[in-house]
């Protein structure tokens, strides 16, 4: 079976840092691309960054380019998000996801269709 899980999320002040990890099992890690999702209540999900495991390549979203970082342990089966300079409107549960295709973009926009999803972890910052 296919399992993506989510974790490090938590609550922090604005300009705070935190790092999301994704632990991946039940299929070949070093074949897709893992891309990391977030969801605010009301709104519509919002990808943020992806990797592909296959040769490194990395595409951000314009809303976090600067401020976000993905990286790639294939060793530990494992993706990182990096999240630095935090905003209150950050808040989001944030969650992976896996494809061996790279999501669709249009017009920057990070598309969240994907073949596997883990459950999220919640991000929640204060101002």
């Known amino acids: 079976d296919v399992q993506l899980q989510a974790s490090g999320g938590g609550s922090v002040q604005a300009g705070g840092s935190l790092r999301l990890s994704c632990s991946a099992s039940?299929?070949?890690?070093?074949?897709?691309?893992i891309g990391w999702f977030r969801q605010a209540p009301g709104k519509e999900r919002e990808g943020l960054a992806y990797i592909s495991n296959t040769d490194g390549s990395t595409k951000y979203a314009a809303s976090v380019k600067d401020r976000f970082t993905i990286s790639s342990d294939n060793a530990k089966n494992t993706v990182y998000l990096q999240m630095n300079s935090l905003k209150f409107e950050d808040t989001a549960v944030y969650y992976c996801?896996?494809?061996?295709?790279?999501?669709?973009?249009?017009?920057?926009?990070?598309?969240?269709?994907?073949?596997?999803w883990g459950r999220g972890t919640q991000v929640t910052v204060s101002s």
């Open positions: 996801a896996a494809d061996q295709s790279p999501p669709t973009v249009i017009g920057g926009l990070i598309m969240p269709i994907m073949d596997y």
């Open positions: 039940g299929f070949t890690f070093d074949d897709y691309t």
